[in-house]
Structures are given as C-alpha cells and as structure tokens.
C-alpha cells in the first residue's frame, strides 16, 4: 500500500491529526496495535484547555462535548481549614471543559469513518524503515495475520510511550530528559453526582487529593499514594474514608457523597521529554515525545497542540515542497512542552507531600501566596486554562 502519511497509533493524537491532514487534501492511514473497542473505553484525561475546545469547534467535532461536557471557571485550592476559588475566566478570561478523553476520540472515530479513512486496529510487529530517506515505510502484520508495508511521504509517530516510534529515533540524535516522582496517584470512578461544583486540588499531611468529575453523575477522584501500591489493599471505605479526610469533609459545611465504585487504578507519576521530536521524515506528537503528570491536566491538551502544528506543516511540506514549518516544528512544540511540563512539576510539588517538615512548609507558603495574590493566581490560571496554541 501507499498513502501520504503514515500515521502509527489511533488514539486522539493520531485521530486528529488525519482530520486535520484531511481538511488539507492530504491522506493518510492510521495503524492501532488495540482493538477499538479498547481505545474506546480506556480512560484517560478529562479537562480540556480554552485553546483544545476552541480548535474542536474549528473543525466541526464541539458539537457534542457543548452539549455533553461541562463547562467551568476555575478551581478550588485547599488546604487543611481553608479552600479558596481560583477563578480563571476573571483572571484570564478563558475557561476549561470537563469532557473525557474517551469522549473525545469517540466523536473523533465517528468524523474519520463517516470520511471513509482507512484505520488498522490490532496490528503488531510494527517497524519503521527509511526514515531518513524520502522514502519512508512502516511494516506490520494486520489483525488477520497477512503482514503488510505502508509506503508513505511521512510518518507520524502517535502511539504513546511504549510504541515503536520513539525508539526508532536514532541514539546519536535523541536526548531524553526524565523525572520520576516518589509517589502514584489511586484514581476512582464513582457513580454518584459530584460533592463540588469546582475541581478541588488539596494538600493534605496524608497526601494530596482530589476532586474532579466526568459527568454531572460520575465523579473522579484521585488519592496520593506511595509507588507501588497494590490497588487490592485499598477497599472502597478506606478509600472514601482517605477522600473524606484530605478533602475536608464537613469543613465550613461542606460534605463529600460517597457512591459506588466502578473503577480503580493506580497512575505512577513521571515528567519525560524526548528531543528531537523530528528526525528525516519521521515526526513524533503526543506521548511519543512527553509524558507529564497528570497534576496540570495537560497530557491530552499537549498532544492536540502538537498535531495542530504538525498537520499545516505536513500539508506544506507535501502540497507545496515547502519545508519551513516542518523543520521548525520540534522547536517550535517544545516551547510549550516545556512550558507545560514546568506548570506541571510546579503543580505536582507543591501538592504533594514528601514527609519532609522543611518542604511542606514551602508549600504552604507557596499555596497562601497563590490564593491571595492576584499575580500568583493570574500565573496559575493562564498556565491551566491553556496557552494559545503554538505558544
């Protein structure tokens, strides 16, 4: 087979970015080591950045997540005896959207096949080939087992940490920067309407803690954890007994409902940075060039501004022979990573408890600052209401 860009993964990233290529005139074909019905399902982020839902209406794919999602002005911050709003739209003037990651790529799915693009679920054995050529080729074996080579203009590597296009970078030009935090996150989905009408983030001596929803009869909630933390030791009382505490439960009145629990996972935290995110004629988006913990919500919002510059560049590079914004394109990405990856380790440590006396005093400080100063809090709302794209 040939196409134009071969795009490896069919998560968001790679979803969006055929989209985008498509709007252009440029074809592509998607190849997905799962099964649909896994991409589907598999949860993941669930805020989304003024700039992310601003580009979904762009294209046509806001329809639903305007009616569906939720739409919010900012955030709680917490401490034991205090929660203060942090309001972005009258700081910044820009909100953010509660709308799920696995919301997200159904509408996405349903855009690429009412268009008839072409998307291989469960290959393996995938290997990209010639990447320094013009030439490029990606090989694998389909879900009936007859092994294929996609010859492309391009390829794009959108298939997160553990995909084969990471590590096709060669070594001789690949620099990785990494950060493993001393602790996970125990994430749950609970069917019952949100305690709060606001995300809450809260420090606690115990650990952090948070508060966050899907719907307005899902909530998701988040506790600190130490790594490696079998999920089995934690039952759903202890769990909402540990929420109940670092959350403030009948703090000034305010009361945390529990529910019953659908679904529980342990998240270890980690910041990673992959350079360069381009290499010949293979381009890199999303997770297959940055990880970030998951304290700033930024993961999903990071890999849609990449595939926004990535697609422009791509079409001019193969309609025009115009290689300007292609070249440009890891430094121009990796200014926001960074930034991103900054506002995320900043959320992250100052959060976060580490049984250090000295550092939670720091954190305390730097949480009273932010809730009483405009500057602090202007900072942190610009930084998580989203960048405009291309930042």
């Not at 349903?110 to 013009?134: C, F, K, N, P």
């Not at 988040?222 to 959350?247: F, K």
Request: proline share 5%; net charge negative.
């Amino acid at each position: 087979m040939r196409t134009e860009v071969a795009i490896i993964g069919a998560g968001p990233a790679g979803l969006l970015l055929s989209h985008l290529l498509a709007e252009q005139g440029v074809e592509s074909v998607l190849i997905e080591t799962r099964s649909q019905e896994y991409v589907l399902s598999r949860i993941r982020a669930g805020i989304l950045e003024h700039s992310t839902v601003q580009l979904l209406d762009d294209i046509g794919l806001g329809t639903r997540l305007h009616a569906e999602g939720q739409q919010h002005r900012g955030i709680y911050l917490q401490w034991p005896e205090e929660r203060h709003n942090i309001d972005f739209t009258d700081l910044v003037g820009r909100s953010v959207w509660v709308y799920g990651q696995t919301e997200v790529t159904k509408d996405l799915v349903a855009a690429r096949e009412a268009a008839g693009q072409q998307i291989y679920y469960e290959v393996t054995d995938t290997a990209l080939h010639d990447i320094e050529s013009d030439s490029p080729f990606v090989t694998f074996t389909d879900s009936s087992g007859t092994q294929v080579r996609l010859d492309a203009s391009v390829v794009a590597g959108c298939d997160g940490s553990f995909g084969p296009s990471r590590a096709a970078m060669p070594d001789s030009v690949r620099q990785v920067w990494e950060r493993t935090y001393p602790y996970s996150w125990l994430g749950v989905l609970a069917d019952v309407a949100p305690s709060t009408d606001e995300l809450i983030y809260a420090w606690h001596p115990d650990g952090f803690a948070m508060h966050s929803m899907r719907s307005s009869t899902v909530s998701r909630l988040y506790l600190q954890v130490p790594n490696g933390t079998d999920v089995s030791t934690w039952s759903d009382d202890r769990i909402w007994d540990a929420l109940s505490t670092r959350l403030g439960h009948g703090q000034d009145g305010w009361e945390l409902t529990p529910g019953p629990i659908t679904e529980k996972s342990v998240l270890p935290m980690r910041s990673y940075v992959q350079t360069p995110m381009r290499h010949g004629r293979l381009f890199l988006a999303g997770d297959a060039a940055h990880i970030v913990p998951p304290t700033g919500a930024k993961g999903l919002n990071l890999a849609v501004a990449d595939v926004a510059l990535l697609a422009p560049a791509l079409a001019a590079l193969l309609r025009k022979n115009d290689d300007t914004l292609a070249n440009s394109y890891s430094d121009d990405a990796l200014r926001r990573v960074w930034r991103c990856t900054h506002f995320s380790w900043w959320m992250t440590t100052m959060l976060h408890t580490a049984e250090d006396p000295f550092d939670a005093q720091l954190q305390l400080s730097q949480l009273r600052w932010v809730a009483s100063s405009e500057a602090g809090a202007t900072g942190l709302a610009e930084n998580y209401a989203g960048l405009p794209i291309g930042f």
